[in-house]
């Protein structure tokens, strides 16, 4: 697998306002459904960022599913075992990792788990923090 998107990017690439839109979708659209993936806890994620957007940037959790549709029509999802979310939750662990980070961590358990080449995110520093196998991988779109 070439791709791993983190949630970060895919917000980007769904929310036509947001700063980092450009670079996020050209990633995005770049890659086929069998070169590309994300977690399946980030359809999760989008849903809820989108929809508690402040004001007018909020999405309704109609246009959220539509965008959740593309990400299954284009991504390869990748899902976790009881043992690959406890073993990165450990892993995570022994690094000091804490709080909301953690969802970061599974997020680059899936990433090695399909073997990813890249994992493109926004949040560098803190997928840098969890270990130089996730390290060497991450890259901006």
């Not at 999760?44 to 029509?73: C, D, I, N, W, Y």
């Not at 961590?105 to 788990?113: I, S, T």
Request: hydrophobic letters at 45%; glycine letters at 4%.
């Amino acid at each position: 697998m070439k791709a791993f998107f983190d949630t970060s990017v895919l917000v980007a690439v769904f929310h036509a306002d947001h700063e980092r839109h450009a670079p996020s979708l050209n990633a995005f659209l770049k890659f086929s459904r069998r070169e590309a993936a994300a977690g399946t806890h980030s359809l999760a994620e989008v849903f809820s960022t989108l929809t508690a957007l402040p004001g007018k940037h909020r999405v309704a959790p109609e246009q959220a599913m539509l965008f959740l549709q593309t990400m299954r029509e284009r991504l390869t999802l990748v899902t976790l075992s009881e043992d690959d979310y406890y073993d990165a939750i450990d892993a995570a662990s022994a690094r000091a990792i804490a709080g909301g980070a953690i969802y970061d961590a599974l997020l680059a358990r899936c990433a090695v788990k399909i073997k990813a080449e890249t994992l493109y995110t926004w949040n560098v520093r803190d997928f840098k923090r969890l270990g130089p196998e996730i390290a060497e991988r991450v890259r901006t779109p």
